[in-house]
């Protein structure tokens, strides 16, 4: 096996994104909560990668760890419940999202960064966890992706909206563990419709393309529009 096989054959999980936009502005704060919850949820990621991505003789042991600290955790923390979300893009909004979410393990994350064009970035590599077909990111997951990197872009554009139509077209597959690069723009706003596009990149191969039309909901005021994502 060569170094670089063996290198590959020991990945387990998703590598941490943190060096992979060198280009263009961090779209959302990069900061650590001082609580220490960014850090949690990124130990959680690596743990996630090691449950799915590797088999064990015997886990009973840390079965027990972590359900103590599953205990623990139900003890002292304070849940934060979707009915005490005022706005979008707030900390305790973004924080739980399943693409881009800090505190959120099941998130890559997703670490865009947007370009004076309003044209929003990310570039990540998915591991095993992520799996659909064999060594291929599952589809449900780049859809997600999507979705999210098409929000982003309109919030970019200083638009918010629901996703009302989202098109995939899936043209190769899209490989785990390789550097994958996702771009996004805001294509045209008429009333409350917004169209926004998007590509998947694997290398110079395009692995699949998304077209998405949201629809900004009643009553959204206008400082909300044009306020930053704050976490
Ligand atoms: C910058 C500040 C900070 C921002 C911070 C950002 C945070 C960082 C980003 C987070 C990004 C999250 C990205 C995840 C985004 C989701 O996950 S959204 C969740 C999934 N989507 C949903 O649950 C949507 C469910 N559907 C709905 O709520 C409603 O159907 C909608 C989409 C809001 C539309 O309802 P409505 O407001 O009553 O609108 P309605 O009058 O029916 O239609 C308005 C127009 O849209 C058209 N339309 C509506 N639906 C459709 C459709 N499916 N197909 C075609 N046309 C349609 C209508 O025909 C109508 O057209 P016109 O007649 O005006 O030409």
Redesign the pocket.
Known sequence: MTASNEAEQNQVGTADPAAASSEGIPLLPQDETPSGSTELARELRRLRGLVAGSVYEDVHDAVRTVRELADHLEAVGKPVRPKDYGT??TPE??GA?PAIGQRNPVSPPLEPVVFPDATVRADLELGIEYQGPPGCVHGGIVALLF??ML??AN?AS?S?G????LRITYSSPTPLYAPLRFEARQDRVE???IWASATLHAGNTLCASAEG?F?E??GIRDH????P?EG
């Open positions: 979008w893009g909004h973004i999202n979705d999210e929000g982003l919030a200083k918010v629901m996703t009302a139509d009333g409350r419709k039309l629809v909901p009643c909300e529009r044009s306020r994502i």
